[in-house]
């Protein structure tokens, strides 16, 4: 295929993505526009495998390559549980930014097959193109690999902190710079691979300070910049598909990433930086005054059953602990029973909730909850004054009146559900033990709360048990 | 005149015709060329990353809320595009390590290509089946 005409195939392939994002805009169109996703992948592959001087070995191999890669990748896909998803998300990414690696690689070694001058002796801004896409590249993969640990509880989940960090972060950044000036410059084998091996280290101390439900902004940054990682390899290679698709996972990331930061009302900077929930001055002062609080009022799943069966309005706020306890089957059946005794139930995401964007939306629409009950927190926030019970389940720290109320605690700003304005509020919780945040929730103190003590998954069953009685 | 001469005559015309459009040909090397380099790939490559990062931010606000999970998949299997790159470090088979490195690459590409575009086609098709029922 002439170089004209794969240029063009690739110009289709990138509107194609462009529609496969446009379709997302709504559920009935998105399955149509992931399938444009997958036709501009399928033209993109082929115009490459048409490129003249493509020999006969060279083809086997990689149809070897795909079909290994791609059977993996069918294979986990169609296994993976819902609730794993946030981790699986996070594993691609790797894969993406480690292939971004193993590009930049093969482009350093065969610059003849990309036009990027010869062995040796590479164009300087080819070299600087390379770099970056190496870098982020690099970054990328073991930045993800954290992130996947961590969703995946191989490693625990809390923030890792120690004396010096930022500084360390820092200057290894700057290292990271000189040795990219250092490598445009010689275009040397080994400051290749030593650019290689610091940001695979800086990835890695970047993500470690990041706490457990502070994922969903790490795994949209992440997404970003896998996206600027091809499209650095893109202005490297000069491949108009590789910098079209790379700018639109990258601004697609970084739009997530603020979306996620602005749903905690935190910076993103003050993310990255880490270590939230351990600030041990902020966690006292929120937790201060227990002893003048009421007790809190416990109650049983018969109880809650009781009060939903003659409520009119029902608002459901879930949050990560449903996800861990795989309580959101069981839970749309508790929306089924109320429904049918005429009540209205809703379901109220908080941005945050859960370890990636729109997690609750897939775990609600995995268990058959119609997509019109599922309200985002401005739709839906209005509402909960008209509500005769708002059914808190998994979540805490979104609902937690402290972040319109009081300035001194670490979540104040936060945008949250207002839960506390329902006549009556139901919270599954295993104890007494506070949210993420280190923060102790007021809304568990309040007269008009009750709480249902034990796991998510149980204690809903047991409320279904007493509105089949 | 006789037709020899008129021969030769329109012979020597083509060959002033031939020497004038090397000429032209010459001064067309000589200063079009340059202007046509001076007009930077890179320059070109930029608006393209700069046209394609606006357009990404306009289609992704227009993204639901509730779809935020399958974006991220999708944006995951399209950006393994860069198994253009694999496949041409592989295929074009310049050197043994670029071959390597590209089928490594490829591979890995692969994964997220099948896994990324399934696992949302998965995702969406969850969101779809309520509408119907």
């Not at chain 1, 007021?442 to 007493?466: C, H, S, W, Y």
């Amino acid at each position: 295929m002439a170089a004209t005409l794969s240029t063009l195939a690739y110009l289709v392939a990138a509107v194609l993505f462009i529609l496969a994002l446009r379709g997302l805009s709504h559920p009935t169109t998105s399955r149509q526009g992931n399938l444009y996703g997958m036709i501009g992948m399928g033209i993109a592959i082929v115009a490459t495998l048409l490129r003249p001087g493509m020999g006969g070995g060279g083809v086997g191999l990689i149809i070897l390559a795909l079909a290994i890669g791609g059977g993996a990748g069918a294979y986990i896909a169609t296994r993976i549980q819902m609730t794993a998803l946030p981790q699986l998300v996070a594993a691609f990414h790797s894969l993406v930014g480690l292939s971004a690696v193993f590009v930049a690689a093969a482009a350093f070694y065969a610059p003849e097959s990309f036009g990027i001058g010869h062995s040796g002796n590479i164009h300087g801004g080819s070299l600087v193109e390379m770099s970056l896409g190496l870098a982020i590249g690099a970054i990328t993969f073991s930045g993800s690999v954290i992130a996947f640990a961590k969703l995946q509880a191989l490693m625990s989940g809390a923030p890792i902190t120690f004396k010096g960090q930022h500084w360390l972060n820092l200057g290894l950044g700057i290292l990271l710079l000189v040795l990219i000036i250092a490598f445009v410059a010689s275009g040397s084998a080994g400051l290749f691979w030593l650019i290689a091996i610091l940001a695979f280290a800086l990835g890695f101390l970047l993500i470690i300070p990041i706490g457990g439900a502070d994922m969903p902004v790490v795994v949209s940054m992440l997404n970003s910049y896998s996206g600027w990682a091809a499209a650095g390899i893109g202005f490297t290679l000069s491949n108009l598909l590789l910098i079209v698709t790379g700018a639109l996972v990258g601004a697609s990331g970084a739009i997530l990433s603020y979306i996620m930061c602005k749903g905690m009302n935190r910076s993103i900077i003050n993310v990255l930086l880490g270590g939230f929930g351990t600030d041990a001055g902020g966690a006292a002062a929120g937790g201060g005054g227990d002893g003048d609080r009421a007790p809190v009022k416990a109650g049983s799943p018969e109880d809650a059953a009781y009060i939903m069966k003659n409520a009119q309005k029902i608002i459901v706020v879930p949050g990560y602990g449903m996800a861990v306890a795989q309580a959101q089957q069981v839970l749309r059946e508790m929306g089924d029973l109320l429904k049918k005794e005429g009540a209205q139930v809703e379901y109220a995401i908080h941005p945050v909730a859960g370890r990636m964007p729109g997690h609750m939306n897939v775990l609600l629409a995995e268990a058959n909850v119609p997509y019109e009950d599922v309200k985002e927190l401005e739709e839906i926030n209005p509402e909960f004054a008209e509500a005769d019970v708002a059914f808190v389940i998994g979540a805490n720290d979104v609902t937690n009146p402290a972040a319109k109320t009081d300035k001194s605690s670490p979540i104040y700003g936060m945008p949250i559900l207002d839960v506390e304005r329902a006549k009556t509020v139901f919270f599954i919780k295993r104890g007494m033990a506070s949210g993420y945040a280190g923060v102790d929730n007021e809304l568990f103190f309040r007269p008009n709360t009750m709480m249902l003590f034990g796991d998510a998954k149980k204690v809903t069953q047991e409320i279904v048990q007493a509105l089949q009685k | 005149m006789n037709p020899t001469d008129l021969a030769n005559q329109a012979s020597a015309t083509a060959q002033r015709a031939l020497e004038l459009a090397t000429q032209a040909r010459a001064l067309a090397e000589a200063h079009v060329a340059p202007v046509a380099a001076a007009a930077d790939p890179f320059l070109y490559l930029l608006t393209i990353f700069l046209l394609a990062c606006f357009v990404g931010y306009y289609v992704v606000w227009n993204v639901t809320p509730a779809l935020h999970s399958p974006l991220m998949g999708v944006t995951n299997a399209i950006s393994s595009v860069i198994v253009v790159g694999a496949i041409l470090a592989t295929g074009l088979g310049e050197s043994l390590a670029a071959q390597v490195f590209g089928f490594l690459a490829a591979m890995l590409a692969a994964v997220n290509i099948f896994g990324g575009f399934i696992v949302t086609r998965r995702m969406l098709a969850m969101f779809q089946s309520k509408k119907k029922g």
